[in-house]
Nanobody, 120 residues
Framework: QVNLVESGGGLVQPGGSLRLSCAAS????????MRWYRQAPGKERELVAS????????NYADSVMGRFTISRDNAKNMVYLQMMSLKPEDTAVYYC?????????????WGQGTQVTVSS
């Protein structure tokens, strides 16, 4: 059974940093493109960052470019999102997403989310 569990969210002051973690189980991380999404109150869920493989190219939303860094450790089945210079507009529930490659059976999986609140 595929399972994604996020952790690391919390309350942080503007300008601060947080590191989100996503623990994956039930599948091999190297069979999936891993992404972080977020959803703020009253807004649609948006893609924040994605990475197809460790050390590969990463893609970021314009709003987080230069401040957020996605990384993944296939051996540990973990995905991370390092967030720096946080702004109040970064406040949202952050979700880990795994898009399994068709060769491995496909499927789109989500974690339960972790709340990030940026406020003074």
């Amino acid at each position: 059974q595929v399972n994604l569990v996020e952790s690391g969210g919390g309350l942080v002051q503007p300008g601060g940093s947080l590191r989100l973690s996503c623990a994956a189980s039930g599948f091999a991380l190297n069979s999936a493109i891993m992404r972080w999404y977020r959803q703020a109150p009253g807004k649609e869920r948006e893609l924040v960052a994605s990475m197809a493989r460790p050390g590969g190219s990463a893609n970021y939303a314009d709003s987080v470019m230069g401040r957020f860094t996605i990384s993944r450790d296939n051996a540990k089945n973990m995905v991370y999102l390092q967030m720096m210079s946080l702004k109040p507009e970064d406040t949202a529930v952050y979700y880990c997403n795994a898009a399994r490659l068709p060769f491995y059976g496909g499927g789109d999986y989500w974690g339960q989310g972790t709340q990030v609140t940026v406020s003074s």
